[in-house]
């Protein structure tokens, strides 16, 4: 059983930079693709980043970041992250962790995904 625990959240402004990590356990993390999601107020959930567990950890993320967020891992420290730049006031939402079963496909929908965290609060204010 994979458990997840996000950190670095936190309220900011509109411009500032922030770093949120996901710390793995239970499970042979370098084997898990690791997604990263977020929900606001009054909408779904939404992908954001996803890196995979195979071809030194290929990335995918959504229009509404790309070039402004990075997903990375680090398999030593059982850790993903999720560097955020340029923060909007519309990136204002909970972010949520997300991995895979063991050398599990996975894509932009939450339902190629097993295991999720709690979830850590991301509020930019303009």
């Known amino acids: 059983q994979v458990q997840l625990q996000e950190s670095g959240g936190g309220p900011v402004q509109a411009g500032d930079s922030l770093r949120l990590s996901c710390a793995a356990s239970g499970g042979t993390f370098s084997s898990l693709a690791m997604g990263w999601f977020r929900q606001a107020p009054g909408k779904e959930r939404e992908f954001v980043a996803r890196i995979s567990w195979s071809g030194g950890g290929r990335t995918l993320y959504s229009d509404s970041v790309a070039g402004r967020f990075t997903i990375s891992r680090d398999n030593a420290k059982n850790t993903v992250y999720l560097q955020m730049n340029s923060l909007k006031p519309e990136d204002t939402a909970v972010y949520y962790c997300?991995?895979?079963?063991?050398?599990?496909?996975?894509?932009?929908?939450?339902?190629?995904?097993?295991?999720w965290g709690q979830g850590t609060q991301v509020t930019v204010s303009s």
């Open positions: 997300a991995a895979t079963e063991p050398y599990g496909s996975s894509g932009q929908a939450s339902s190629w995904y097993d295991y």
